[in-house]
């Protein structure tokens, strides 16, 4: 099928009628600016064929234009050699609308009969049609409705591939699947058995039964736990009881509350000595104290004097070597000022050197590139005559297509000739040409074709009149003439030995021009634009004149000369550098160490005064020490005696904790065993009541019957299991021998994608998911790249050559679409859309392709049948 003109009322911007005609079979352009309707004309054609005329759905209500009014769209389309107009009227009167098709000035269909053949020509996208490929709504190429287009993809794949049906069956594959997945269906879903299903009652059936099972065999562990625990309390509840038991806990109490008493009493003496021995101890810390800080001071004192000698001595050391450091420093500076200069000196001149060096390096840079330019635009002047060249001749489709007519032809001529009437006379001896056909004598002996028919004179007898039956009409031969006929037109050829010959002319063409394009790629890998930016970039200043050799420099000197020079220089001034750098450490320490020397100088003067002001009113005599030590022995003995008092009576001191421990045990226990006997008649009550209503259900015999349904319904689940099993496993199987297949029939996509894709990139490589057939990796240069981690305009780019290669399959199949994109590349950089340009003109020789894009200056280059949307009133 092929759109030849597209005609629009009353749709959104398009209230008056408007038309876009002239639409070629190859390539078809369209650029306009934007707001001026072009996703317009895409939306009114996706709804003449997608939506039937009687709808007034929220697609078309958005066709409607804002001043009202109904939409109605023409589009004239070409069919098998035959010309059709389509008229479809949508209206806001819900079952209103009309479609009407004509075949030339005839009314060929209307109504439902119209809808049904429109069906028939193109299917929608949800039901595999081939359009929800090729259509491609604005800036939309990723492939955002793969799930839409699966079938479309896999039907395409399937028909294209004809081992499929050997291995793996085809439909009869499909049909088994799908009876396998609607099994598994009505017993699972993803998330584990599905709702009302016979697994589902299974497993609930399973688990009702299990519950009743454990709910009633907790029932008779109850039971018998019940009747053990009665048992077991009226044992314990004879012996709380017992006479014997309740006086051996009376007196226990009684002897234990006498203990704690005589324990208490003592613990009070023990107290008073304890804190008398803490008293006498307190009294002699204090005194050692101040006898430790009397000897302190005094120590203190004469370690100060010491302190103050020595900094006073390390003060004058330091203030004589400090002098000589600084004369040094300043020497070394002046040596290291000397050293640059020179240093300065020699890198100025080596500069002057070094830039003459390298504007003569780009001089001889400019002339290569020059020369290089002018190759890489004398190969583009042969490249764009070769591209001229191309554009006559048939190409390769349209070579087979005029040796199908041809042979087509000479098939219809043989079997014309075969299913003809035809007469094979036998003559009697000496009566040989008597009988004449048309006018002249007749042989005998052969088959004679009459498809005509013809009048046959018989002499004596008459005239017999011959007419061809049925298989000599002519329909079948004029129609192979029309077609053989029709396709040399197309190339615009007379015979097919001109068109061989000019096939040939184009395919030779084409080999120059891929041998040319390779040379321009050596010339220019870059583009010329690159070259022509190179030869810019380079420096054109004129070499300054270079200046003397200062005074005491040798005039001839080379660069590499200058550069050892330099070398030598730079070392000497980075060792002047050194030794400045040390010599103003040195200095720096003597000052660090002669301020570190004044410090402790002075830290020691502060510490001897604060030593003098410690002692300042204390006598500092022998008499004074004594007295001291003499007041220590004194408390000491004192301590002694509280120490050894202390120490007697906690020997025969009471243990008073365990005593209380036993007298709270005593009484706790008596406590403890009345309420114990309590607890135990109020719990043997309770017992009673429960184990007579328990025992009134017959639980034991329920638990019996219960576990017996329990086992035959699991039998039952593990059956429906068993059934699910087979089918997963079943189901597996299928989907491996699926994916063996479709390693099997991916190959056609590749085949008809690498060609385009090596106008992208040479050495690339497009990897394609089987199942979905949709690219999945790209490698290039070494690298494998995940199609979701390229950038946008890559997968732009890779997503439409995709689409380009289904095009062509679907040529080949028998059933061409045409291509409709608009403004589908829109992150494609200048370099790569001439590419996409080639990649479009390529395809073009076998469908039909509309462009509809606002980037017009950009997409001059493409070249096609310009497109224009016109009022239809308007002549031209």
């Given at each position: 099928m092929k759109i030849r003109a597209i005609r629009l009322e009353n749709v959104r911007r398009f209230t008056d009628p408007v038309e876009i005609t002239g639409i070629g079979t190859g390539l078809n352009v369209l650029a306009a600016p934007n707001e001026q309707g072009k996703s317009t004309i895409f939306d009114a054609l996706h709804a003449v064929f997608f939506k039937d005329a009687k709808s007034w759905d929220k697609d078309i209500r958005a066709l409607a234009p804002r001043a009202g009014g109904e939409p109605r769209v023409e589009v004239e389309i070409e069919r098998d050699g035959s010309c059709y107009r389509l008229a479809k009227q949508f209206q806001k009167a819900s079952g209103k609308g009309d479609l009407r098709i004509w075949q030339g000035d005839h009314l060929y269909l209307q109504s439902d009969a119209a809808e049904a053949w429109l069906q028939s020509l193109?299917?929608?996208?949800?039901?595999?049609?081939?359009?929800?490929?090729?259509?491609?709504?604005?800036?939309?190429?990723?492939?955002?409705?793969?799930?839409?287009?699966?079938?479309?993809?896999q039907d395409l794949m399937s028909s294209v591939a004809g081992e499929v049906d050997s291995i793996t069956g085809g439909q009869r594959m499909d049909a088994i699947r799908r009876d396998v997945r609607q099994s598994l269906d009505r017993l699972v879903t993803s998330r584990g058995a599905k709702k009302g299903g016979a697994l589902d009652q299974a497993m609930h059936e399973v688990a009702t039964l299990a519950a009743r099972e454990e709910e009633l065999a907790d029932k008779v562990r109850?039971?018998?736990?019940?009747?053990?625990?009665?048992?077991?309390?009226?044992?314990?509840?004879?012996?709380?009881?017992?006479?014997?038991?309740?006086?051996s806990l009376e007196a226990r109490l009684r002897q234990s509350q006498q203990e704690l008493?005589?324990?208490?009493?003592?613990?009070?003496?023990?107290?008073?000595?304890?804190?008398?021995?803490?008293?006498?101890?307190?009294?002699?810390?204090?005194?050692?104290?101040?006898?430790?800080?009397?000897?302190?001071?005094?120590?203190?004192?004469a370690e100060a004097e010491q302190a103050l000698s020595v900094a006073a001595q390390t003060l004058k050391q330091i203030s004589e070597v400090l002098d000589p450091a600084h004369a040094e420093a300043e020497q070394a500076e002046q040596v290291l000022a000397t050293a640059k200069a020179k240093t300065q000196a020699l890198e100025s001149r080596l500069a002057q050197m070094q830039r003459a060096a390298r504007l003569e390096q780009a001089a001889d840079q400019r002339r290569a590139l020059q020369q290089t330019l002018k190759q890489a635009r004398s190969v583009m002047q042969q490249v764009a005559a070769l591209k001229a060249q191309m554009e006559h001749g048939p190409d390769?489709?349209?070579?087979?297509?005029?040796?199908?007519?041809?042979?087509?032809?000479?098939l219809a001529a043989q079997a014309q000739q075969l299913g003809a009437f035809a007469l094979t006379v036998t003559y009697e001896p000496g009566q040989e040409g008597r009988l004449t056909l048309d006018g002249a004598p007749l042989a005998g002996g052969s088959r004679l074709p009459l498809p005509e028919g013809g009048s046959l004179v018989a002499p004596g007898l008459g005239r017999i009149e011959l007419h061809p039956g049925d298989g000599a009409g002519r329909d079948q031969l004029d129609q192979a003439q029309r077609a053989l006929a029709a396709a040399l037109e197309v190339v615009q050829c007379d015979s097919i030995t001109q068109a061989r010959a000019a096939h040939q002319a184009r395919q030779e063409a084409r080999i120059r021009l891929e041998e040319a394009e390779g040379q321009l790629q050596v010339?220019?890998?870059?583009?010329?634009?690159?070259?022509?930016?190179?030869?810019?970039?380079?420096?054109?200043?004129?070499?300054?004149?270079?200046?003397?050799?200062?005074?005491?420099?040798?005039?001839?000197?080379?660069?590499?000369?200058?550069?050892?020079?330099?070398?030598?220089?730079?070392?000497e001034m980075d060792a002047s550098a050194v030794a400045l750098d040390q010599a103003r450490q040195s200095e720096a320490r003597h000052r660090?160490?002669?301020?570190?020397?004044?410090?402790?100088?002075?830290?020691?003067?502060?510490?001897?005064?604060?030593?003098e002001a410690a002692l300042a009113g204390q006598s500092d005599t022998a008499e004074r020490l004594a007295e001291l030590q003499q007041r220590q022995t004194e408390l000491q003995q004192d301590l002694a005696a509280q120490q050894a008092q202390y120490q007697a009576l906690q020997q025969d001191a009471p243990d008073l904790a365990p005593a209380r421990a036993r007298a709270a045990r005593a009484k706790s226990e008596q406590a403890a065993t009345r309420e114990a006997i309590q607890a135990h008649l109020r719990d043997l009550a309770v017992l009673d009541s429960r184990i007579a209503t328990t025992a009134g259900m017959a639980v034991e015999e329920e638990l019996a019957e219960v576990r017996d349904q329990l086992s035959a319904a699991q039998n039952r689940l593990a059956a429906v299991e068993f059934e699910v099993a087979v089918l997963r496993r079943l189901d597996q199987a299928l989907e491996q021998a699926r994916s063996a297949a479709q390693e099997a029939y991916i190959g056609p996509v590749l085949q008809e994608l690498q060609p385009l894709l090596r106008l992208l990139w040479p050495e690339a490589r497009l990897g394609l998911d089987a199942g979905q057939v949709l690219p999945d990796q790209l490698m290039r240069a070494g690298q494998e790249e995940d199609f979701d981690s390229l950038s946008g305009g890559t997968q732009e780019q890779i997503a439409l050559l995709v689409r380009l290669a289904f095009a062509r399959l679907l040529a080949r199949k028998g059933q061409p679409a045409p291509i409709i994109l608009d403004d589908a590349i829109v992150y494609t950089d200048d370099a790569r859309i001439e590419k996409i340009f080639d990649a479009l003109t390529l395809q073009a020789d076998e469908m039909q392709i509309l462009v509809f894009t606002c980037r017009q200056k950009s997409f001059r280059a493409l070249g096609g049948t310009q497109l224009s949307i016109r009022p239809v009133s308007d002549p031209a």
């Open positions: 193109i299917k929608s996208p949800k039901e595999g049609g081939p359009s929800g490929l090729l259509w491609v709504r604005q800036g939309l190429t990723n492939f955002a409705d793969a799930k839409e287009t699966l079938a479309a993809r109850e039971l018998r736990g019940q009747l053990d625990q009665r048992q077991d309390l009226r044992r314990a509840l004879t012996d709380l009881q017992d006479p014997e038991t309740q006086q008493q005589a324990a208490e009493q003592y613990q009070e003496k023990l107290t008073v000595a304890e804190q008398a021995l803490r008293t006498a101890t307190l009294v002699l810390d204090n005194h050692n104290s101040a006898l430790a800080g009397f000897l302190a001071r005094r120590k203190d004192r390769k489709a349209a070579m087979e297509r005029i040796e199908t007519a041809r042979d087509t032809l000479a010339l220019a890998p870059e583009g010329v634009m690159a070259l022509m930016q190179r030869l810019d970039a380079l420096p054109v200043e004129t070499p300054p004149a270079e200046a003397g050799a200062p005074a005491n420099e040798p005039e001839d000197e080379d660069m590499d000369q200058l550069e050892a020079r330099l070398v030598v220089q730079r070392a660090l160490d002669l301020e570190g020397a004044r410090v402790s100088h002075q830290a020691a003067q502060q510490r001897l005064e604060r030593a």
